[in-house]
């Protein structure tokens, strides 16, 4: 295991039969950067997420989390994991509070510490008031952040976001990078993707995958300089547009 | 452990709060056990007779009212024609159709020898045969009745059918005849243990695969998949509470059946439970199995629905096992419903004990380990 | 009408892609026909009869050797211990565990007391759990005993009337014959659920339900396009039951072939229309499903007559079958085959399924008119 490093693969690879949604990646994050994991819809970022969590068993190819394989030893990454799915994690028939103390005592935290965390968790969102209240009764918003602290409840040492900002307004979307940052300064390795290109600007590292593959990788800075493009955004419609002229087809689960 | 404990609550949390699982629960299943009560017998009363009478004397009209005042016979008709009788048997109004022939009172008269004809609509299967019985058992004591008027004298009694004046001379059988069980022979006492069976399997089998389909659905079972949380933690955290509530169910049911219906409950009631907390696992299993091979509530629910119908109609709830071909019988011994179906029919109907239920229950002990295993493999928190 | 054609194209298209669900679709009657078939019975023989014959002798030998020799009943054993006379003891164990279903006790000396016109004692006890059982048992375990008695015990002065027995359109009196028609109508049920349950899952996943409903075809049009083809289906279903019931079965078709088959292929319009209409009132996908199977199949299995008879059930229930469409199917059904009767002794069950079948498909035109609007 190489020091220093939250999450490291090699040629990592999954096929759906004859399509090849994760062509061969490989890519380091090291711990406590914010990394975001780039491309366009369907070019295989959330198939690769659910790699490294462990809920879709690789075709080919290494990986390793928070220093373990992740084909023999995906239990023990997942206590050291925290995951925010692009579809909904909450139960929304159940009270805010309810949730977290269901997640807490999943993660085997102590009754003492659950309430404890749940206290801070409230009152660092502003959301004390709503303790009591469904989940399903909560803006959109809201639940969103609310998910995102649940997964750090445990206090992970990675987290894993899968496009955690689909469908929020602006102003929000910039508190929840508040979290993100506050979450990094404490030390956790934040794996975000995202298929917003503005967001990139805001991650310390970012990799964007064309169709399977990684097509760049690095700083923000970086990139722009090598693809000559004055945002992320040109970065991307620099790398896409020669990729879907020659690939053609094929969208990614 | 722990975690099974946080995530059971929650389970009963979302049960309590969705209506739709709480009707599915208690209302349905209340309303079923009712409905199904009343639909469900095969009791034989008031068939309908026509009455085709070509002889019109006291001996033939005598006989006729031993038919109408049998209780088992309702005469809706009566003429001479044997045209109107078959009318009437064609369009199905009538099941026995009583043919006297016209010299009938006469042949008795002279020769001590009657005949009748009994026309019956056999479509009813077995029925018939009773029908045909009762009928034959009438007329064969009315001929007694008659034997005893014509030459008052040494006549054949039958013991059963009228009060027997024991007279020397004439070799008789006296016949007795106990039901055992079911002395009113009421049909309620079969169907009802067999639809809290029913009952228990819809809760079990239906509530579990809907419920974990329905977070496939809504995506919280990935997030549960993420967890440390183990197979065996989750199983068990999602099926307890629906294991407690299909027992709940059952305690529900056997008061209805006993202060609605009158069903007797003459065996223990600690090994029905027993034997419902293993059947119950059977059950649960086989709702988990079906969640791994669906993608959607609906496609749960369906499956489900099948399946069930399959089990519960080949159970010998509705239609007695040893009625089934030979091979189909065979077949059966791998359904579980029916092995709790013939367990609560002994424990509760004729009070069986431990040593007598020995064999259903050992293949349901056997079930439950095999199927909950199976459907434990069966269910991956990674998708290969 | 060439906007019609083209609809049933695209559906006939749709069908016979899908391999999967057609072959589920064809199979699923033909395999339920069969298990059920051979399930659903009510034939009570091989009766497991248990002897009490503490004392042998002429008379109890012949007699249960007259037992052994009938269809009825099988000896499941045979007991020497004189019990309590009312029955308990070993043939209650045997009750218990399911070895018999009915016992014959012979007090000793039944032989003496016969030849010297003392009663002979004979208790039959029987399992009345299954109360018919019961009554079978009793009724011909008599008649066993009441033959023998007339044979042996004829005294001057008696008299004697024959009866004799015609069963009716049903001579060998197997209960398949009662049920495979009736199982027709509850399998053809479960099928036309299934189709339209298929149906409009598949519009309202792809939703091209609301790009049906703006295109110039007209509601009535739709409905047409979307129940014929299943309709045609249905129609193979149909033979193929039938076929099972006349092959596997042996169940007699004495009436018209074809008036079986178009009462049939009615009657799967009939079910067709319904699940249309439940799935055109209902918002929910699951609830229609729910509506589809609770307001068919179970309704259909209880109520119509297929199994449990009609004329038993209490009045409510009774009032209730008649809105059952496939109560009227298996009135229907029955008559064609076991009677042989035609249209002139049917023509009111068919003109009720014709009634539903109109007021269904009505009903089903003005939703989808509603939600136009």
């Known amino acids: 295991m190489t020091a220093g490093l939250a999450i490291e693969t090699r040629d990592l690879e999954r096929r759906f039969g004859r399509f090849v949604a994760v062509d061969r990646i490989t890519f380091d994050v090291r711990e406590g950067e914010v990394f975001g994991f780039l491309g366009a819809n369907g070019a295989g970022k959330t198939t690769a997420i659910r790699m490294l969590t462990g809920l879709l068993a690789p075709s080919g190819g290494q990986a390793r989390v928070a220093g373990h394989d992740v084909y023999t030893e995906s239990e023990i990454i997942k206590r050291q994991i925290g995951y925010m799915s692009q579809r909904f994690s909450l139960y929304e028939d159940l009270t805010v509070v309810e949730n977290i103390q269901l997640y807490g005592g999943i993660y085997d935290l102590s009754n003492a510490q659950i309430r404890e965390r749940t206290d801070a968790m409230l009152s660092q969102l502003g959301l004390t008031g709503a303790a009591r209240e469904y989940v399903r009764a909560i803006p959109l918003g809201w639940r969103q952040k609310l998910a995102f602290s649940v997964a750090l409840l445990h206090q992970p040492r990675i987290v894993f976001l899968d496009e955690p900002t689909s469908g929020v307004d602006p102003i929000t979307r910039r508190q929840f990078w508040e979290l993100i940052y506050a979450a990094a300064a404490r030390g956790t390795t934040v794996f975000v993707t995202t298929h917003y290109m503005d967001e990139a600007e805001y991650c310390d590292r970012v990799s964007i995958m064309v169709a399977g593959r990684i097509g760049a990788i690095g700083t923000p800075a970086e990139l722009k300089q090598q693809f000559g493009a004055a945002t992320m955004d040109d970065v991307f419609v620099a790398l896409a547009r020669p990729a879907a002229e020659t690939a053609g087809s094929g969208a990614a689960p | 452990m722990r975690r099974i404990l946080f995530l059971a609550r929650a389970e009963v949390l979302h049960i309590v709060r969705d209506r739709a699982t709480l009707a599915q629960v208690l209302v349905l299943p209340i309303l079923q056990l009712f409905v199904l009560s009343n639909a469900a017998t095969f009791e034989i009363r008031d068939t309908p007779t026509y009455i085709v009478d070509s002889d019109v004397t006291s001996t033939s009209r005598g006989l006729i009212e031993r038919f109408g005042g049998s209780g088992h016979f309702r005469i809706v008709g009566q003429s001479a024609s044997l045209d109107a009788a078959n009318e009437e048997l064609l369009r199905g109004n009538v099941t026995l159709v009583l043919t006297i022939p016209q010299d009938f009172e006469s042949s008795i008269v002279r020769n001590r020898r009657g005949d009748v004809q009994l026309s019956v609509n056999a479509e009813k299967g077995s029925a018939a045969g009773i029908v045909q019985s009762y009928a034959s058992q009438i007329v064969n004591a009315y001929a007694v009745e008659l034997g005893a008027r014509f030459h008052p004298g040494p006549a054949t009694v039958r013991a059963h059918e009228a009060d027997p004046a024991p007279l020397r001379g004439v070799p008789r059988i006296e016949v007795q005849v106990r039901h055992r069980y079911n002395e009113t022979l009421n049909y309620k006492h079969y169907m009802v243990p067999g639809l809290l069976v029913a009952l228990v399997t819809m809760i079990g089998t239906l509530l579990s695969a809907q419920n974990i389909a329905r977070e496939k659905e809504l995506g919280t079972l990935e997030q549960l998949n993420v967890t440390p949380l183990t197979r065996g933690q989750f199983i068990a955290a999602k099926l307890l509470p629906l294991w407690v509530l299909g027992l709940l169910d059952l305690v529900i049911g056997l008061v209805l059946a006993k202060t609605v219906f009158g069903v007797p409950i003459r065996g223990s009631l600690l090994l029905l439970f027993g034997t419902a907390g293993v059947y119950l696992v059977v059950a649960l299993s086989i709702g988990l199995w079906i969640s791994t091979l669906v993608e959607t509530q609906q496609q749960a629910m369906f499956v489900s629905f099948f399946i069930m119908n399959i089990y519960l109609l080949m159970s010998g709830l509705f239609t007695p096992i040893d009625s089934m071909a030979e091979w189909v019988q065979y077949v059966s011994m791998l359904n579980p419903v029916r092995h709790f179906v013939t367990i609560a029919r002994a424990l509760l109907v004729r009070g069986a004990s431990l040593a007598d239920i020995r064999m259903p229950l050992s293949i349901l002990t056997v079930y439950a380990f095999a199927i909950l295993a199976l459907a434990i493999r069966q269910y991956s928190k990674r998708t290969a | ?373």
Do not use: C
Not at chain 3, 26 to 44: E, K, S
Not at chain 3, 50 to 58: G, M, N, Q, R, T
Not at chain 3, 95 to 111: T, W
Not at chain 3, 265 to 277: A, M, Y
């Open chain 3, 1 to 373: 009408m060439k906007a019609l054609a083209g609809l049933l194209r695209k559906e006939l298209y749709h069908i016979l892609r899908d391999r999967r669900t057609l072959i589920v679709i064809t199979l699923i009657p033909v395999v339920q026909v069969i298990i059920f078939g051979y399930a659903i019975r009510t034939d009570v023989d091989r009766v497991r009869l248990a002897i009490v014959d503490p004392v042998p002798d002429i008379v109890t030998l012949e007699l249960r050797s007259r037992f052994a020799a009938t269809n009825t009943f099988q000896i499941a054993s045979i007991l020497t211990s004189l019990t309590s006379p009312t029955g308990p003891g070993d043939v209650d164990r045997l009750f218990r565990q399911g070895l018999a279903q009915g016992a014959v006790i012979f007090e000793p000396g039944m032989a003496d007391n016969f030849g010297r016109g003392i009663p002979a004692n004979i208790l039959i006890v029987t399992d009345a759990t299954e109360p018919n059982t019961g009554s079978v048992v009793q009724a011909y375990a008599l008649q066993v005993i009441q033959a023998y008695e007339r044979e042996h015990g004829a005294a001057p002065g008696m008299v004697r009337i024959t009866t004799s027995v015609r069963m009716r359109f049903n001579p060998t009196r197997e209960s398949s014959n009662l049920f495979v028609p009736g199982l027709m109508a509850f399998v053809l049920t479960i099928i036309s659920s299934l189709m339209t349950a298929i149906t409009l899952t598949r519009e309202k996943e792809s939703g091209t339900m609301e790009t049906l409903l703006v295109s110039p075809l007209r509601p009535w049009q739709i409905i047409v396009g979307k129940v014929a083809p299943y309709l045609a289906i249905g129609f193979v279903s149909v033979l193929g039951v039938i076929a099972e019931a006349r092959l596997v079965f042996n169940v007699p078709l004495r009436g018209s072939l074809l008036l079986l088959l178009g009462e049939g292929l009615l009657f799967i319009l009939v079910s067709l229309s319904l699940g249309i209409l439940i799935s055109a009132r209902t918002a929910s996908q699951r609830v229609a499903m729910m509506g589809a199977m609770v307001g068919t199949m179970l309704p259909t299995m209880l109520l119509s007559g297929f199994i449990f008879p009609i004329e038993s059930m209490p009045w409510p229930l009774r009032a209730l079958s008649n809105i059952v469409p496939a109560r009227w199917f298996v009135v229907v059904a029955r008559a064609i085959m076991l009677k042989g009767t035609g249209l002139d002794y049917l023509w009111r069950e068919t003109l009720v399924l014709l009634l539903m079948a109109a007021v269904l498909l009505t009903l089903s035109t003005r939703s989808f008119h509603e939600r136009l609007e």
